[in-house]
């Protein structure tokens, strides 16, 4: 070997570059999803749309609209596409020990998971009748109804609903950020600025409803909204989006948070592919549900994506201008051994919008060093980043008794999180 492919070689190896796998030999074990639940009704009334108005997908505030379940149909149908069509991953006809999805305890959530395993499994002729249906002829010939494991008040780590005074305490320390305080300034202004507009003069800095009823309204009732507010143009829309936007980032963004926003779940995740990948390479010792397991998903919200987001250094792919994930917007977490040598690696694909596809997006990951093929070992550096020590509820109990707790800075961030 020459002098000058050994410093090259050893200069490649200090900026972290490593012999790209033999992908003749990487099997896929394994996929975990996570993704934001379809278009949703308003959550609130706001002149002229009230809770009345909203009709769609049962009717109230907050439900996945006909449209949003056309959108998760469409998302399951590209994971069809993906892991049945193509790569002959899962099988066409659903397999309860194959796949598994888990969706927080909200209607539309739920109702997203549903629509995403329509697309995933639709009505076909590979249905088998009183196998995978009844044979009645009051059934739809090829249809089969698929589990959604709805999360109790356990998982409420993951779905970001937790009581946890650690982090009302780190929202209220963030607040004298220089940059917070300065997003928070215009919000203010906004706030009151638009108050005025609806004729409310009490608590004007806290009216905060407009920016998130706006997005919704616009879809159904722009012609009304045109018609009975003189105020209301696309620039104010704009305005109050990107407003808001910084400090939606901050309450998920802010590195002391993280460990409890994304920690619990991105931990979740790392654990469950490292016990897959054990029982993929000793399946002999493997008596549990992963035996079996292909496919894990999580129906859940724009915060839970974007958190996630956040930590592997994606946050930028949203494209939204609030800034945070879209309806219908997920993250696939894929993961492969090595048959021969067992060397595992994962990949991560990004779907930002309705009618766009999945997207590879490992080589942004800054831990991947560039690579398509990430090794999983910097998954678990992200893990242990982010892991809450020593655990999450001792974590979110270790508060200074000095601070004193911002209340409205804790309400606005709930405010923000409930989308």
Known sequence: MSYHTLFFLLFCSTLGYSNPPDLSQLKLEFVQAIWRHGERA??????????????????????????????????????????????????????????????????????????????????????????????????????????????????????????????SELLTTMQKLPEVQEAMKKIFALNRQVAGYYNISKDADQFMTYADAWKCQRAYFND????????????????????????????????????????????ELYQRALEKFECSQSPGTCGGYLRAMKFYGYSMHDNNVYSTLVVLGLQNLTGTLDGWPDYASGIVFEFFRNSTSNERFFKVLHRAKTGQDLQEVTEMIAN?????????SAFQKLADMYRPVPDYQKACLATTSSSKINVFAVFLCIFVLVQ
Not at 150 to 165: H, L, M, Y
Not at 227 to 253: D, H, N, S, V, W
Not at 368 to 376: A, I
Request: with cysteine.
């Open 368 to 376: 991947c060093d560039g690579s398509t093929f990430c090794p999983f």
């Open 224 to 267: 009304s909204m045109y018609r009975q507010l003189p105020f209301y143009t696309e620039q104010l829309y704009t305005t109050a989006q990107t407003t808001y936007a910084p400090y939606k980032g901050f309450i998920q963004g802010y590195f002391k948070l993280r460990a409890l926003r994304a920690g619990p779940l991105l931990n």
């Open 42 to 167: 308003a959550l609130s009334d706001l002149y002229p749309v009230f809770e009345a108005n909203w009709t769609f997908g049962g009717g109230g505030f907050g439900e996945l609209t006909p449209r949003g379940m056309a959108q998760m149909d469409e998302f399951g149908a590209l994971i069809r596409k993906r892991y049945v069509a193509e790569q002959l991953f899962l099988t066409q006809r659903f397999k309860a020990n194959q796949i598994h999805i888990r969706s927080t305890d909200v209607n539309r959530t739920i109702l997203s998971a549903q629509s995403l395993l329509y697309g995933l499994y639709p009505p076909g002729d590979w249905n088998v009748a009183g196998l995978d249906y009844p044979a009645t002829d009051f059934w739809q010939p090829g249809f089969t109804f698929i589990s959604v494991h709805v999360d109790g008040k356990d998982k409420c780590a993951t779905s970001q609903t937790c009581d946890c005074p650690r982090i």
